[in-house]
Each structure stands twice: as structure tokens, then as C-alpha cells.
């Protein structure tokens, strides 16, 4: 080969294309800034907290010990039965509870009502509202001393004097349920109007020339049709309310006397009242491992749904 061609090829070659990347190096890059950020605030955080479940490690006291189980045996033999129990106490109230408020009001509003848009509208207020003005509101109804419900009550002569509704055992589980019911109601009858909004109408009206009544027609044509969304959005609702804190915390921080202390309130308390990370973490473990039981439920539901 002479100089010149050598040359020429040289010259050619400085001036070829790029290289391309492909299609899946492309999305991998795209990825990566959102990988980074779950990685940094969500996989780490969790993992470093968990890990401290086997550990016996104080939020003052620098350095920690490994314990084993020891830190989730004590939890499981102290703690835990009675938090499992007021944890699926509130859970399945708030989920129940605002099921059938927004069921009845979502049956209410798919009906050719006057202003039926205006009151859906108006019904959503309660869900827009932050959980810590949710908790304050409450908090004053629910006051001894000058709270309306007492008031009210007083006046239709069902009590004889003020009653703490949020400082005794007996009643501060049911007000705090109260209180998520009232937030909560608006979600599941928008996300059941829209469920009924699919029914066809002709269904309704053929089973009506046939005689069936109203009752019937509930149960024969519009329970089936909108059973999918009725159990996603009860799913749903379950794992939001098992792992919800701010108006428990807020309205009673868990008391009175712990009686209305869940998984995550106490994980709280215990690792920043508490100053006790060990104990927290294996809180939060086996917390964790019950969350992930009805997380599973809830894709396989969904799974089956889109199966059909």
C-alpha cells in the first residue's frame, strides 16, 4: 500500500460516524438517575434500619453489639401480641367503616339525583384535607371540656357529663377510628362511583322489566360487576391504614396507656422516645414481613384481575 492510499485511509477513518448506542444501553442510562435515588433514600435507609434489629444499639450511646434474635425474641414474647391486635383493631375499622359510607354514598350519587356533581365535589373535601389538620379537627370535637360532641350529647340527654372520649381506653381506639373513617370515606366512593359508572344501564333496566327489585338487582347485577374493583380498593385501604401513623400520633401519640399504640406508632416511639434502635428495628422487621404478606395478596389479585 503507497503513502498516499495509508493517507487517504487514515483520513477517512478520523472522519467515521459515532458509534450508536443501542436501545437497551439508552434505557439503562435513562434508569439510572431514578436507581441512584431509590437506592440512596429508599434501599439503603431501609436495609441500614433493619439490620439494626439484630443489633443492641442506642440512639445516645455511640457503637452497638450484635444480639441475634435476641432483640426480635423479646419483641415477640412482650410487644407484639398486643400490638398485632390493636394494629388489625384499627386497621379493619378504617377499612370497613369508610368501605360502607362510600359504598351507600357512591350507590346515592350513580343515581339520576339533582346536583349529584356538586355533592361528590363537596363529599371530597374530607380527603383533600391534610392528616394533621384531619387529627386537629377531631381533636377538638372529641375535647372534654369544650368539644361538640360532648355538647351535642349533653343536649340530647344521652350523657350526663363530659366524657374524655380521647383519654380513656375504652373510647380513644373508637374516636381515632373516627377520625381516619371521616378522611377516608371520600377515596373509596369515588373509586367505587366509578366502578358503578361501568355497570350497563340495560343490564338494570331488563332485570327491572322482569320484575326483580332493587335488592335483587344489588345483588344479582351490580355486586358482580364491580367485585374487582371492590376487593382492589379494599386491599388497598388495608395496607394504607396498616402502616398509618399521623392522625394516631397526632390525636392520642398512642395512648392512653398504649391503647391505641400500632406497629408504627411504636416503632416510633421506641427508637426516638425510647432512644432503643435494636428493639425498634426488630419492630419494624416483623412489621415489615405482615406488610409484605398483604402486598403479595394484592398483586396476586391484580394479577388475577387483568387475567380476565
Do not use: C
Not at 350513580?110 to 346536583?115: C, F, S
Not at 387529627?135 to 349533653?154: K, P, Q, R, T
Request: no cysteine; glycine share 10%; net charge neutral.
Amino acid at each position: 500500500m503507497s503513502a498516499s492510499q495509508v493517507e487517504t485511509l487514515q483520513h477517512t477513518n478520523s472522519h467515521s460516524p459515532p458509534r450508536r448506542l443501542t436501545d437497551g444501553q439508552f434505557a439503562l442510562l435513562l434508569l439510572l438517575p431514578g436507581g441512584a435515588l431509590l437506592l440512596g433514600v429508599v434501599l439503603y435507609p431501609l436495609v441500614a434500619a433493619l439490620v439494626t434489629a439484630f443489633f443492641e444499639q442506642s440512639l445516645v450511646v455511640p457503637g452497638r453489639t450484635f444480639v441475634g434474635l435476641a432483640n426480635i425474641v423479646d419483641v415477640l414474647t412482650v410487644d407484639f401480641p398486643r400490638l398485632l391486635w390493636q394494629t388489625l383493631v384499627f386497621t379493619v375499622g378504617t377499612t370497613i367503616f369508610p368501605f360502607v359510607i362510600g359504598f351507600a354514598l357512591a350507590l346515592a350519587l350513580n343515581t339520576r339525583i339533582r346536583g349529584a356533581k356538586v355533592l361528590r365535589g363537596l363529599m371530597l373535601i374530607p380527603w383533600l384535607v391534610p392528616g394533621v389538620v384531619v387529627s386537629f379537627l377531631w381533636m377538638w370535637i372529641f375535647n372534654a371540656n369544650y368539644g361538640v360532641l360532648n355538647a351535642l350529647l349533653e343536649t340530647l340527654g344521652l350523657i350526663d357529663g363530659p366524657v374524655a372520649w380521647l383519654a380513656q381506653p375504652g373510647t380513644a381506639m373508637t374516636a381515632v377510628v373516627v377520625a381516619k373513617t371521616w378522611q377516608s370515606f371520600p377515596w373509596m366512593m369515588v373509586m367505587l362511583l366509578a366502578g358503578l359508572q361501568t355497570v350497563p344501564r340495560e343490564l338494570h333496566e331488563a332485570a327491572e322489566m322482569d320484575g326483580a327489585g332493587t335488592v335483587r338487582r344489588f345483588f344479582s347485577i351490580t355486586l358482580p360487576q364491580v367485585k374487582g374493583i371492590v376487593g382492589l380498593v379494599l386491599l388497598l385501604e388495608l395496607i394504607w391504614n396498616f402502616q398509618h401513623f399521623d392522625i394516631i400520633y397526632v390525636l392520642t401519640g398512642g395512648g392512653p396507656a398504649g391503647a391505641t399504640q400500632t406497629f408504627a406508632t411504636a416503632v416510633y416511639e421506641t427508637a426516638f422516645h425510647g432512644f432503643d434502635l435494636g428493639h425498634a428495628g426488630a419492630l419494624g422487621l416483623l412489621w415489615m414481613v405482615l406488610l409484605m404478606g398483604l402486598v403479595v395478596v394484592y398483586i396476586r389479585f391484580s394479577e388475577k384481575g387483568e387475567g380476565k
